[in-house]
């Protein structure tokens, strides 16, 4: 089974404070993404990866940042958390363009307060 | 981008069966159609991917009709654990287009005993 594991099931930060979410998968995906999913919005992507060092916008980067140095790790920075940026955190991989597979393997996810 | 549209919410009772249906009026001609499930607390899980015409697995099955404009999940004789959010997403998720699919907000199902 693939398995997706993300660093804290909680977590609670002050305001200003640079945070680190950390996500691995190993099953050797090519694809990791970032979301954040807040009530009565769904599911929105911060940020996705397709290869190692490799990384693309998604409909909300601004605040945030992201690190992949490995294939299998892939970090969500927050240089600067803010309280608008409370939310669940959800990370997920996906096997790459040549499986013909477009199946996202989702971790638990990370609840984040920021005070 | 490809955006759907599908029901808030949902109710249903132990033993019936269960159809969501989603709209997506732009579908690309590359595009597949592939539905999530999500219990609270957890990430969400696929169900089950779809071109055209039905595709049925252990847990559901999907129509799509020929023009593709839109797409029935089915959920036979659903039980409380089935209750859940489902996200119906369109897109290829691979190569240039890769991070393009919409979750959007999902049909929350009750399904009461």
């Known amino acids: 089974d693939v398995k997706v594991t993300q660093s804290s099931r909680y977590l609670v930060k002050r305001t200003g404070e640079k945070v680190f979410l950390e996500c691995v998968q190993d099953?050797?995906?090519?694809?990791m993404f970032w979301y954040r999913q807040d009530p009565g919005l769904g599911l929105r992507l911060i940020y996705f990866?397709?290869?190692?060092?490799?990384?693309e916008k998604g409909d909300i980067p601004e605040g945030y940042s992201v690190s992949r140095e490995k294939k299998e790790r892939f970090s969500l920075i927050l240089e600067s958390a803010s309280t608008n940026q409370t939310s669940m955190y959800l990370c997920?991989?996906?096997?790459?363009?040549?499986?013909?597979?477009?199946?996202?393997?989702f971790g638990p996810g990370t609840r984040l307060t920021v005070t | 981008l490809a955006k759907t549209t599908q029901p808030i919410s949902m109710d249903s009772y132990e033993g019936q069966e269960v159809n969501i249906t989603c709209s997506h009026n732009?579908?690309?001609?590359?595009?597949?159609i592939t539905w999530y499930q999500q219990f609270p607390s957890q990430g969400p899980r696929f169900i089950i991917q779809?071109?055209?015409t039905k595709v049925t697995n252990e847990v559901a099955s999907l129509f799509i009709p020929a023009d593709r404009k839109s797409s029935t999940l089915s959920l036979p004789r659903v039980s409380l654990s089935d209750t859940a959010v489902y996200y119906c997403?369109?897109?290829?998720?691979?190569?240039?287009?890769?991070?393009?699919?919409?979750f959007g907000r999902g049909t929350q199902l009750t399904v009461w005993p």
């Open positions: 732009n579908i690309a001609t590359n595009d597949y």
């Open positions: 997920a991989s996906s096997l790459g363009s040549a499986s013909g597979s477009y199946e996202q393997y």
């Open positions: 997403l369109v897109g290829d998720d691979r190569g240039s287009t890769l991070g393009r699919l919409y």
């Open positions: 779809g071109y055209k």
């Open positions: 990866s397709y290869d190692v060092k490799m990384k």
């Open positions: 099953m050797d995906h090519e694809n």
